[in-house]
């Protein structure tokens, strides 16, 4: 391996985003300390740009898109993805060179009165962006309306100590890295609250033809949560859906196997179809294919395209 190596970075602006790029950097240079010159690059993505709601501007890719053509002219070397945002579909030139070890993949409610989802008042205004989150939470909690917010973590949580909600659902894994878990008032049951595909996982986007630093950066990957990461993909993907649909999954190895369960839900919760495959860590992508398969035999399929159309 080279002696001597320089990675640029890129990532969006966001304090998560560069909180979570900073990790990989001083992953990268503790492990290879002075062999390895690292750098961070800030890309605006459409997603930062665009204030509409996730739903009205489509999702698919509205926060890796820019950075991906970044690192494909080469601008870049290594791309840090939050993989919840990453489309299934990737350029055959790009590649995930390491998935490091997951975060806590639960969702997380913040509320004003320090009370929890069952002590919510009826009729309590949640605040999220998030069609997944919508669907099971109106599951649980059918009296509940939402409020579609969008926007950084502090302006999210802002939103309820002004007043403009009574609570807001944040990932666990953001909050978590930012410092910010004292705010956190529960944490959701996530068999209850599925998370979605790739949730609290960062995925190391490169060229796949620039090897010399792809080994650099595979000394980041964790197996396990690679595996789990591969069969929610695979999942989502033989779905087709993104952030528009109100898909979740979850992979990890559980009692000795390698477990996935999925769920298609429709907006507002009913109708949900779930299933769990098991199976081998060496066989995620063909356990999370059928799983999709199995959802939209069960029903998810009409309600996908019910959904989307």
């Known amino acids: ?17 560069t909180t979570q790029t900073g990790m990989i950097k001083t992953a990268l240079e503790q492990r290879w ?18 204030r509409q709601s996730l739903r009205e501007i489509g999702g698919q890719g509205i926060f890796t898109r820019e950075i991906e053509r970044a690192l494909q002219d080469g601008a870049v070397d290594l791309a840090v993805h939050s993989l919840k945002d990453l489309p299934t579909e990737m350029d055959d030139a ?37 069609a997944r989150r919508q669907a099971q939470l109106a599951l649980l909690r059918p009296d509940l309306r939402f409020v ?21 659902v944040l990932a666990a894994a953001g909050l978590h890295r930012l410092g910010l878990q004292d705010h956190i008032n529960q944490y959701l049951d996530p068999m209850a609250m599925l998370p979605a595909p790739g949730q609290g996982a960062l995925g190391l986007q490169m060229r796949a033809a620039d090897t010399i630093k792809r080994d650099f950066v595979a000394a ?16 989502l993907a033989s779905l087709g859906g993104g952030c528009r649909a109100p898909i979740a999954a979850w992979a990890r190895q559980q009692d000795g196997e390698f477990r996935v369960d999925g769920v298609v839900l429709r907006p507002d919760g009913t109708g949900a179809c779930r299933a769990s495959r098991s199976g081998r860590l060496q066989d995620a992508a063909r356990l999370g294919a059928e799983l999709g398969d199995e959802v939209k035999a069960g029903g998810a399929a009409a309600i996908l395209a019910e959904y989307q159309g």
């Open 33 to 50: 300390g002075d062999a390895l010159d690292v750098r961070l690059e800030i890309i605006s993505t459409r997603g930062d740009v665009d």
């Open 220 to 235: 980041l990957d964790n197996a396990p949560t690679h595996a789990a990461i591969t069969a929610e993909r695979a999942f």
């Open 148 to 168: 579609d917010l969008r926007g950084n973590v502090d302006t999210r949580m802002r939103k309820v100590h002004d007043g403009e909600a009574d609570a807001v």
């Open 1 to 17: 391996m080279s002696t001597s190596c320089s990675i640029i970075i890129g990532t969006r602006g966001s304090q998560l985003a």
């Open 94 to 130: 790009l590649l995930l060179a390491a998935i490091p070890l997951r975060e806590d993949v639960r969702d997380v409610l913040i509320t004003r009165d320090g009370g929890d989802l069952s002590t919510l008042p009826e009729g309590a205004r949640i605040g999220t962006g998030s």
